[in-house]
């Protein structure tokens, strides 16, 4: 049979042009579709309120993507990286009071930010020390001079006992970790599950974890024990070799945020509060306390989980639900010179010093003490201290500057925050990032700014490092049950 009669070749010739034509438009369409999506990517207003990491971080990244507004309350950008001034003997000093310390593996994206404005940093000293009841019992772990401060610990049963139980704790942690209870119980819980003296708890962990997270050791008590056991074992708290080195910025951390804010131009608006912020039908509404009010199609959430709360009208349930999960609480600093807030065998001074009245889980707030000198090698003689709570007020006239911050408390509610997220991320262009969406460090604080600034179109950035980081905090859901 001829299949090349007129009419069939015909149709090919007619269907060969249709589908070029059809080609030819889709992509017209696309290219049409493509300047469309990166104009309105350009013409994008985007707004992000606060100015910590996590807001410094997304302006950042969008800066050249849209057209970025950044809102801080305050006089000053960085939020809890704080440098303060002081005029010392020997010169003007940096010395920071909030923000001090990251190590490479468990800050990934930080140091990776850092390399690429830089920022110069340099090796901190991370020792700590533990002060009970006004020195009943002070010990630090840096040598076992410093351990066995008090010479009558090396025959004290209980001191020995909180020895033994650090040892049992560390060996067994990457085993604990595998355990299918440990995604239900909080770290008490957990603890008394093991058979873990309370010694071990009230005099090492407790103290240990209350400094690191500025918490007190009722709430630390209170922490999702998953997320408490795998923060250890990946900081390398639970190896008494191969810790990882700790670093501090040169300067103090205001040299990465003056750096971060010179590139942003005038996208900063600094004290400037955001009062209010109320969906619209195609736009986003942001009042400021002076009654003025912008409107924008993005807005990113950088500050406190409380302050959104207060500011954003008619929040979603689950909007609700994520936010009341991270509560935050409130801590004095205080940067001043006063040596009485230290423990008083000089043999256990450490750059961490923690400190409480009591040996039980009464105490409502942590006591900690940075020694600065030890942290940021200070180029000084003077020694200077940043004191939150501290149970020995300094005296007035060695006080330099006060400080009111506030930490993330997390719980067993919290262990369900990633699952929350993912629910009302960008829901109605409406964003969340902040320390408090992982651990409550600056890590998590970035991490969570360039999870934002991908969702909303940044492409081929650190793609490796935010994976690293990413996984460093991924908690098993699987293993998360009722608790939750
Ligand atoms: C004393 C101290 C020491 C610390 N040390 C370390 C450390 O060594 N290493 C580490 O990794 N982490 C440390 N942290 C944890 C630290 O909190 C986080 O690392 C991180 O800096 C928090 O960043 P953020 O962006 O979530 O919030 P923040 O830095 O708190 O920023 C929030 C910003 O939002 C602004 N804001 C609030 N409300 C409004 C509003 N209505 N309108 C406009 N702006 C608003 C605030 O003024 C603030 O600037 C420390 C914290 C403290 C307090």
């Not at 009419?7 to 438009?25: E, K």
């Not at 990491?53 to 809890?80: K, N, P, T, Y």
């Not at 004095?332 to 040596?339: I, N, P, Q, S, V």
């Not at 009591?358 to 003490?369: A, G, I, Q, R, Y």
Request: charged residues 25%; glycine residues 6%; aromatic residues 10%.
């Amino acid at each position: 049979m001829n299949n090349n009669f007129p009419g069939f070749i015909d149709l090919s010739l007619h269907l060969s042009t249709i589908c070029t034509t059809i080609n030819r438009t889709i992509l017209h369409n696309k290219q049409i579709s493509m300047s469309l999506s990166l104009q309105k990517l350009n013409n994008r207003k985007v707004a992000v309120i606060g100015s910590g990491i996590s807001g410094l971080i997304s302006s950042w990244l969008l800066r050249d993507q849209a057209e970025v507004s950044l809102f801080e309350a305050e006089a000053r950008c960085g939020g809890h990286s704080n440098t303060a001034r002081v005029e010392d003997t020997y010169g003007e000093l940096s010395i920071d009071t909030g923000f001090m310390v990251f190590n490479r593996p468990n800050y990934p994206l930080l140091s990776k930010f850092f390399e690429e404005l830089g920022v110069e940093t340099y090796p901190t000293d991370m020792s700590f020390s533990v002060c009970l009841d006004g020195g009943k019992l002070e010990y630090a772990g840096n040598s076992l001079n410093s351990l066995f401060a008090q010479r009558k610990n090396i025959i004290r049963p209980s001191f020995l006992g909180m020895l033994r139980d650090i040892l049992k704790f560390n060996a067994s942690v990457k085993k604990l970790m595998r355990d299918p209870k440990l995604g239900n119980v909080s770290l008490q819980q957990f603890l008394d599950d093991n058979s873990l003296g309370s010694q071990f708890k009230t005099n090492y962990l407790y103290p240990m974890a209350g400094a690191i997270w500025s918490c007190p050791p009722k709430k630390i008590a209170d922490f999702p024990a998953l997320s408490f056991v795998k923060f250890f074992n990946n900081h390398g708290l639970v190896n008494i070799f191969n810790r990882p080195e700790w670093y501090t910025v040169k300067n103090g951390s205001k040299s990465y945020v003056e750096r971060v804010t010179k590139d942003l131009g005038s996208s900063v608006n600094r004290s400037c509060r955001v009062s209010g912020v109320r969906r619209g039908v195609d736009k986003i509404e942001i009042c400021f306390e002076d009654k003025r009010n912008l409107f924008f199609d993005e807005v990113i959430f950088a500050c406190h989980t409380d302050e959104i709360l207060k500011i954003l009208q008619n929040p979603s349930k689950e909007e609700v639900s994520l936010l009341q999960s991270v509560p935050y609480q409130s801590n004095k600093a205080f940067l001043h010179r006063d040596e009485k807030v230290m423990p008083e065998s000089k043999k256990v001074w450490s750059s961490w010093n923690y400190s409480a009245r009591k040996t039980s889980l009464e105490n409502s707030e942590v006591s900690v003490t940075y020694w600065m000198n030890s942290l940021q090698q200070l180029n000084t003689s003077n020694n200077y201290f940043v004191s939150l709570n501290p149970i020995k007020m300094p005296k007035d006239s060695l006080i330099e500057s006060e400080y009111q911050y506030h930490h993330p408390v997390f719980n067993s509610q919290s262990n369900s925050l990633q699952d929350k997220l993912k629910k009302v991320q960008g829901k109605e262009k409406i964003w969340f990032c902040g320390a408090w969406t992982g651990y409550g460090f600056h890590e998590d604080g970035i991490r969570s700014g360039v999870a934002v600034a991908r969702a909303l179109g940044l492409k081929n950035k650190w793609e490796k490092e935010f994976e690293e980081s990413s996984s460093l905090h991924k908690i098993e859901t699987s293993k998360i049950g009722a608790a939750a």
